[in-house]
């Protein structure tokens, strides 16, 4: 790639300047625009085409520089999305720069755009050098399943958590549950032992389905797929995290 990191280009949907749930401790998060996956209960459909606000990686920074008194010990910056490899040089760029400053650095996906070629592996290993931890989503461990619920095929993604596991880098898992939709027990278990083949989760997260996404939705004139889809139940909930092997 460019290794004029500083003036590298990118497209951001919103930033926040104190987010508490996009990696350990406080962060500054960066959600970036733009998704190839179509997921039925997606609460930012506005990130899929929108082209956002531009900035260079130098202009990021700086930017969530003024807040690095909030993040203390162990918080740092996440790059989120819409999905945030396919603007894969300029997150590469911002975390080259964020680590000339001993920043954390924590990159939120869904892993749709990773591929085994030589091209990208070469590009994704500079990534995976300057990135600390890859928190990633997953939506569904059947693959049919997984094209209905997303348009996509998992298979490149769950490439992705192998190859990460490989190479000795950190993740978290996350897993969207969605009554009727995602919480196939069978499914849930099967994802437990694909999770389990790997040697560097270091947590998993249950994330309950919410709603909050639909007035987007309308907003944009996009029927809502899962409008009768109620949110899940506390028991719903903990029988996931069991099947997972959640303890809290």
């Not at 531009?54 to 910056?77: F, H, P, Q, S, V």
């Not at 947590?203 to 709603?211: A, D, Q, R, S």
Request: proline share 4%; glycine share 6%; aromatic share 10%.
């Amino acid at each position: 790639m460019n290794t004029d990191y500083e003036n590298t280009i990118g497209y951001v949907h919103k930033l926040e300047t104190f987010a508490l749930v996009d990696g350990p401790g406080v962060r500054f998060a960066a959600f970036l625009s733009g998704c190839n996956m179509r997921c039925k209960f997606c609460h930012n459909p506005d990130t899929w085409t929108s082209k956002g606000e531009r900035y260079t990686a130098k202009e990021l920074l700086d930017y969530a520089m003024r807040y690095k008194t909030y993040w203390r010990g162990n918080g740092g910056i996440t790059v989120s999305g819409g999905e945030p490899l396919l603007q894969h040089d300029f997150v590469t760029s911002l975390f080259h720069l964020a680590k000339d400053h001993n920043i954390h650095t924590a990159i939120d996906t869904a892993g749709q755009p990773f591929s085994l070629s030589s091209d990208y592996l070469e590009r994704f290993d500079e990534l995976i050098s300057v990135t600390d931890l890859f928190i990633l989503d997953l939506k569904m461990m059947n693959n049919l399943g997984h094209k209905k619920l997303t348009g996509v095929s998992n298979e490149n993604i769950l490439e992705m958590a192998r190859y990460l596991s490989d190479k000795g880098k950190e993740m978290w898992i996350r897993h969207v549950l969605v009554p009727g939709v995602t919480d196939d027990e069978n499914d849930l278990r099967f994802m437990f032992d694909f999770i389990s083949s790997l040697n560097t989760v270091s947590k998993v997260e249950i994330l309950p389905y919410h709603t909050l996404g639909i007035a987007k939705w309308k907003e944009l004139n996009i029927p809502y797929p899962l409008e009768d889809v109620p949110v899940p139940t506390k028991d719903q909930i903990s029988r996931a995290e069991q099947l997972l092997h959640i303890t809290k």
